[in-house]
C-alpha cells in the first residue's frame, strides 16, 4: 500500500510537496497494476470466459481503489486531526505565556545555528508578524496554511489506483483467449519498470534496484496466482 505524502525536508517546501504527491500516485498506481494483474492473471489461470475474467477485474479495480481511498481518508484525517490540535496547543500557549513561547522561538532558533543575538531578534520579527505560523514552522514543523485535505488525499489515491488497474484489466479483457496471458504479463512487466524507476527518481534513489524490485514483486505475484487459479481451475472447483 503507499505511503501517505510526508513533508520531505530533504526538498523541502512546495516542490518538495509536489513532489511527494507525484511520488505517492505513482506509487498508487503500482498497487493497482500488481494487483489487479495478480487477480486477472490467476483466473484467466481457472477460466477463459471473458465476462468472467471482467467481473474479477472490475470488482478488484473497484475494491482496491475504494479501499485505498478509504485507508488514505483516515490517515490523513487523523494526521490532520493531531496537527489542528497541536496548533489550539500552541495558539493558547502563546496567548498565556507570551515571553515563554519568545525564549523557546529564541532557543530553537539558536539551535539551528544563530547566534544568541540574532536569534533573539529574528524570534521578536517573527512573532511580531505572525507568532503563530512561526512556532508552527519552527517548533512543529507544520505549515498552518497547508493542512492536507483528507478528501483530495483519498480523490488522489483512488484515481492512481484505478489508473493503474486498468491496465491489466484492459490487456485480459480485449485480446482473444489465446493472447490474454501472454499480453497481460508483457504490458505489466514493463508499465512496473516505468514506476519502479519514476518512483525511484521521484525518491532521489538510483533506479536500477528499485526496477528489479518492482518486477520481481508483478511477477511473482502473477506467477503465484496462475498457479494457484491453474491448479482450481483443473481441480474443477
Ligand atoms: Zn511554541
Same mark, same amino acid.
Given at each position: 500500500m503507499t505511503e501517505p505524502p510526508t513533508h520531505d525536508e530533504a526538498h523541502g517546501g512546495a516542490l518538495g510537496e509536489r513532489l511527494n504527491w507525484l511520488r505517492a500516485a505513482v506509487l498508487g498506481a503500482n498497487d493497482g497494476i500488481v494487483s489487479t494483474a495478480g487477480l486477472v492473471v490467476g483466473v484467466?489461470?481457472?477460466?477463459?470466459?471473458?465476462?468472467?475474467?471482467?467481473?474479477? +477485474?472490475?470488482?478488484?479495480?473497484? !475494491?482496491?481503489?475504494?479501499?485505498? %481511498? %478509504?485507508?488514505?481518508?483516515?490517515?490523513?484525517?487523523?494526521?490532520?486531526?493531531?496537527?489542528?490540535?497541536?496548533? !489550539?496547543?500552541?495558539?493558547?500557549?502563546?496567548?498565556?505565556?507570551?515571553? !515563554?513561547?519568545? %525564549?523557546?522561538?529564541?532557543?530553537l532558533l539558536e539551535g539551528r545555528g544563530l547566534s544568541r543575538e540574532v536569534a533573539r531578534e529574528a524570534a521578536v520579527q517573527l512573532t511580531a508578524r505572525d507568532a503563530l505560523r512561526a512556532h508552527a514552522r519552527v517548533e512543529l514543523g507544520i505549515d498552518p496554511d497547508a493542512l492536507t485535505n483528507p478528501w483530495h488525499a483519498a480523490w488522489a489515491s483512488f484515481l492512481a489506483f484505478t489508473a493503474g488497474a486498468l491496465l491489466p484489466l484492459l490487456a485480459m479483457v480485449l485480446p482473444p483467449?489465446?493472447?490474454?496471458?501472454?499480453?497481460? =504479463?508483457?504490458s505489466v512487466l514493463v508499465a512496473l519498470v516505468f514506476t519502479g524507476w519514476t518512483s525511484a527518481r521521484l525518491g532521489a534513489a538510483k533506479?536500477?534496484?528499485?526496477?528489479?524490485?518492482?518486477? $520481481? +514483486? +508483478? %511477477?511473482? !505475484?502473477? $506467477?503465484?496466482?496462475? =498457479?494457484?487459479?491453474?491448479l482450481l481451475g483443473a481441480a474443477g472447483a
Open positions: 484467466a489461470g481457472a477460466t477463459t470466459d471473458r465476462s468472467a475474467l471482467l467481473t474479477a +477485474g472490475l470488482a478488484g479495480l473497484l !475494491a482496491g481503489s475504494m479501499s485505498m %481511498a %478509504a485507508g488514505e481518508y483516515v490517515s490523513v484525517s487523523t494526521q490532520r486531526d493531531s496537527e489542528k490540535a497541536a496548533l !489550539a496547543l500552541e495558539r493558547r500557549e502563546l496567548r498565556e505565556q507570551p515571553e !515563554a513561547e519568545l %525564549a523557546e522561538l529564541t532557543e483467449a489465446g493472447w490474454r496471458v501472454p499480453v497481460t =504479463v508483457v533506479p536500477g534496484r528499485a526496477v528489479l524490485r518492482n518486477v $520481481g +514483486g +508483478g %511477477a511473482l !505475484a502473477m $506467477g503465484v496466482t496462475y =498457479v494457484a487459479g491453474t
